[in-house]
């Protein structure tokens, strides 16, 4: 399947709007899957929306504030992707919390992706496919013999204080090398 049971605007009406227009089309289309999953679960509260989320991950279903979470960053790079299929996702994980076992759940098992499929109309996808490098700059240049690593301050402060991390392909332990200027990064 590969159109949204939500409407969303075209691409080229989302690039026209201002910050301000553009939240209340995220919390348009919040409010438009919230109401497609009450046709299944009528109980379901309504989730507070927030822009509040950083680094790689786009949205995030935060059942302790009651919520959803987005990364404003990534919204306003990938608009029109990010509507069609980051707002579904983090809805599906809403509903799926609040059905009778839900915390039990898997949050990418079978019933997220069932409704992913056949309430939204999409293909279930665990993660984006976003650019991170303007939402999450890592700017902590580490080596091994096939490639380079990218690490945030957070991992790179882990690493100086004896975390030893290794590449995945290689086996090697990662070497520090520099940091990179932040033109590199862009």
Known sequence: MTTSALP???AADLEALDERALRACLEAQVEAAWQRCRE???QLPRPRVWLDLRGKS???AHFGRGG???NPVLYCE???PFLREVVPHEMAHWLIQHLEGGPRMRPHGREWQTVMRRLFGLEPRVTHRFD???SSPAPYCYRCSCDEHHFTARRHAL?????RYQCRQCAQTLVYVGRQEAKNLS
């Open 68 to 70: 959803l979470r987005f």
């Open 40 to 42: 299944v679960h009528p």
């Open 78 to 80: 990938n608009r029109h």
């Open 58 to 60: 786009a949205g995030q």
């Open 8 to 10: 969303i605007p075209t």
């Open 132 to 134: 991170v490098r303007h």
């Open 159 to 163: 690493a100086r204080r004896g975390t």
